[in-house]
């Protein structure tokens, strides 16, 4: 069974003259690429058959976007997004594929309602789906899931994402138990008595606002834990949104020692520092909370080095009314699908840290590996998932355009560079804009 | 390592935020300071006449918004207000529609519909006032946000030294507790860095973070401060079971300021309220060295200065103004 649910395409498209770029295949040259029933069926020079042309002269294409780490906020708090507008901001950023959270209300943890989602996603979803199941019931921390059951019925990935696992025995229970699935383990690293009434990074900026401080070991700490019993109990593990240097040091070491272990960043830790919470914008706090010019810098290298194989939005939607409160008051999260490419692309790449084709390999491969999903790529005989991008166009972020429900965006306002302008999604046109 | 030191340019909050609010007093240049400090002094001049009301912003209205226990601070700007023959409106969070689940948000639209010239806020979280300067016309000045600034308080506590000591350029102020919980604190330590007063914070380690400047867990550090300034400790502040002293008698023990603490010819202060016998000693409360109640008076004439400087263009029509009472 696919951990994936969508729509099924059967397009018959031409994209003409492009920039194909894809660093896992090795190709990077002008191409024309031909779709035939939603698959690859010819690369370079090729004939149109009658298919539906799209120009792609002075655009280029890629394989699309993965995102293992999405909150469709269903069931529970459809007003804040759906199935549908979750999956339709993901093809409007580029991705054929994103993973769902289970903390949701209630939470996914048993086979009906897992079952009720993925049918629902075969109704709903505008690009391909997969819901990744809690690792304890209720996500309380005590009582293991039926991760099997959960497995055999669809579940992409277990994971408590939202809260640590809470006790270091429980953990190792999980990972061991974890391996009568094939399935990722996705673990959210938080210390919680040193988070507790954290609003920020601690710093010298929390100390200068005043507002409660949530140290790095927070983070770290957890993190050597999860590594620690990852290579005890020679289990793969995936770590979630990492933001610290210390987590990196901790990560690079284990897997130099030979521990399975994957990683996950956001777009907004690579993007900013705790600096940027001075402006007070409840739009800038997220759990973790964006870190120090050292954790951004650590994080840039790790994406760099391969260290962090994945980038993933964490995409948090939230209503205005829960957002526009004082800082303080305001809960975590922030959103991401429509913007994470843009974002990347605009202040990592435009500004020589990193570069395009390893932009790509961390959007696409790389999450697609870490969570055990069929890569996409631009071969012959390959399902078409394809992102057709303009570097050279420029946006404004605006509230009112996104395809989410919520608007809950640090990018407010801000001009972006690079443009998503199709998405191709298991075979199907997800989005032309 | 990547050096990431420096952001991207349009990703930095605004350089400078606007000048027609005072949310903290990172929005204020050294000759702001001096500037509302002068006016504060000609409005004191103002006050030692019979008739201490001057019409200079007779007919705007200032709106004090109060979300949190005040006496002071919400005495001093009504009354500051009154003096400059302005409209007040005094809410408080107790008995208004705050107390039926209102959101912030919709109690600053609601008021704005008045168009109040100035709002006046104090609230028990951080971000409050820019929340309501993102929502309102009016200028906001911050009465106090949670951990985070009030910087009324430390304008009037630079005019109180300034009054009693001559100068503040080069004066060593030791600032003593509960600093990590003290908006006071965090003010007052910017407007001194701002007018070149040296600082020093005493305390225990969990209340005195080491990002803030030079400290001292030790509190023979005070005696050498020309003024010693007494932090409230902030109990209700406090995560419950966080431990950030073992307890009040071990606290007083080693930081209460008393007699014997300090030498001859220091200047005290506090902000207020004082508990007295936790964190400041009767004795030292009430001797000709504490300065309480000169802060509290400067309260009035520098808030005065500051509904004046966001209302006009500028100082230089305060001795015009007077002349006219």
């Not at chain 1, 969570?371 to 390959?382: C, K, N, Q, S, Y």
């Not at chain 2, 009301?53 to 949190?68: S, W």
């Not at chain 2, 010693?228 to 300021?257: C, F, H, I």
Request: glycine share 8%; hydrophobic share 40%.
């Amino acid at each position: 069974m696919s951990v994936l649910v969508g729509k099924a395409g059967g397009e018959n498209v031409v994209v003409r003259g492009a920039r194909v770029i894809d660093p896992s295949e090795g190709i990077d040259a002008i191409l024309d690429v031909r779709v035939d029933g939603g698959v690859i069926a010819a690369l370079g020079d090729v004939e149109s058959n009658g298919h539906r042309i799209v120009d792609g002269e002075g655009l280029t294409l890629a394989p699309a976007f993965v995102d293992p780490h999405v909150h469709l906020r269903t069931p529970g708090r459809e007003d804040e997004e759906t199935i549908a507008s979750g999956t339709t901001a993901a093809a409007a950023g580029g991705y054929c594929a994103i993973l769902a959270m289970p903390n949701t209300d209630p939470v996914v943890d048993s086979t009906d309602l897992l079952r009720g989602l993925r049918a629902r996603a075969l109704e709903e979803a505008a690009v391909p789906v997969g819901f990744a199941a809690a690792i304890t019931v209720g996500q309380a921390g005590t009582q293991l899931t039926e991760m099997g059951e959960l497995a055999d019925a669809g579940a992409a990935a277990f994971t408590d994402d939202g809260r640590p696992v809470a006790t270091a025995g429980l953990m190792r229970r999980a990972l061991e138990y974890n391996a009568i699935t094939d399935r990722p383990l996705a673990l959210h690293c938080e210390e919680p008595s040193l988070t507790r009434g954290g609003h920020m990074h601690m710093g010298t900026v929390s100390a200068e606002l005043g507002l409660g401080g949530w140290p790095s070991l927070g983070e770290s700490l957890c993190v050597a834990r999860e590594l620690a019993l990852a290579g005890d109990t020679g289990q793969p593990i995936h770590l979630m949104h990492l933001s610290a240097r210390e987590s990196i040091e901790h990560l690079r070491a284990a897997q130099a020692g030979g521990v399975r272990a994957s990683a996950e960043v956001t777009p907004h830790h690579l993007c900013l520092t705790d600096e940027a919470v001075r402006s007070l914008d409840p739009n800038l706090k997220m759990n973790p909370p964006l870190g120090g010019p050292d954790d951004r810098a650590a994080l840039v290298d790790a994406v760099r080095d391969g260290t962090i194989a994945a980038i993933a939005t964490d995409h948090a939607p939230h209503s205005r009314e829960e957002k526009d409160v004082p800082f303080e008051a305001a809960p975590f999260g922030v959103t991401g699908l429509e913007t994470a490419f843009a974002a990347l692309y605009t202040h990592l790449v435009r500004s020589g840290l990193l570069s395009l084709e390893t932009l790509l390999e961390r959007m696409s491969a790389g999450p697609a590996s870490s969570f055990g999903l069929e890569r996409p790529r631009i071969a012959v005989g390959a399902p078409a998932n394809l992102v057709l991008l303009n570097l050279d166009a420029t946006w404004r972020v605006r509230e009112d355009r996104f395809r989410s429900l919520s608007a809950n965006s640090w990018l407010l306002g801000k001009r972006l560079h690079g443009k998503v302008m199709t998405t191709i999604a298991a075979g199907r046109i997800a989005f032309q804009a | 390592m990547t050096d990431l030191h420096v952001l991207p340019g349009d990703l930095l909050p605004p350089v400078e935020p606007p000048r027609r609010h005072l949310l903290s007093v990172s929005d204020l240049s050294r000759a702001d300071v001096e500037r509302l400090l002068a006016t504060a002094r000609s409005f004191a001049r103002s006050q030692e006449r019979d008739t201490k009301k001057l019409p200079t912003l007779r007919g705007r209205l200032v709106l004090n918004l109060f979300f949190e226990s005040s006496t002071r601070t919400s005495s001093s700007f009504e009354l500051a207000a009154k003096r400059l023959s302005a409209d007040t409106l005094s809410i408080k969070s107790a008995g208004s529609s705050v107390d039926k689940g209102e959101s912030l948000r919709d109690t600053a639209l609601t008021l704005s519909a008045y168009e109040p010239d100035v709002i006046v806020i104090r609230h028990p979280q951080i971000g409050a006032p820019q929340l309501v300067a993102s929502v309102t016309q009016a200028h906001v000045v911050n009465a106090g946000d949670g951990k985070h600034q009030h910087p009324t308080q430390a304008l009037l506590d630079l005019y109180a030294i300034h009054a009693e000591l001559g100068r503040l350029e080069g004066l060593h102020v030791a600032i003593v507790g509960d600093v990590l919980h003290s908006r006071v604190a965090r003010s007052l330590l910017q407007a001194l860095q701002l007018v070149g007063a040296r600082t020093t914070l005493v305390g225990p380690p969990p209340l005195v973070p080491r990002e803030l400047g030079e400290s001292s867990h030790d509190i023979g550090a005070i005696r050498d401060a020309d003024v010693v300034y007494v932090l409230r400790m902030q109990r209700e502040r406090m995560l419950e079971g966080a431990n950030y002293v073992p307890s009040l008698r071990e606290y007083t023990a080693r930081w209460g300021v008393t007699p014997d603490r300090l030498r001859p010819g220091q200047r005290v202060m506090h902000p207020g309220p004082m508990n007295r016998g936790v964190e400041i000693d009767p004795r030292v409360a009430d001797s000709d060295a504490a300065l309480v109640v000169d802060q509290v008076r400067a309260g009035l004439v520098v808030r005065m200065a500051v509904l004046y400087d966001l209302l006009t263009t500028g100082p230089v029509l305060v001795e015009a103004a007077m002349e006219v009472a």
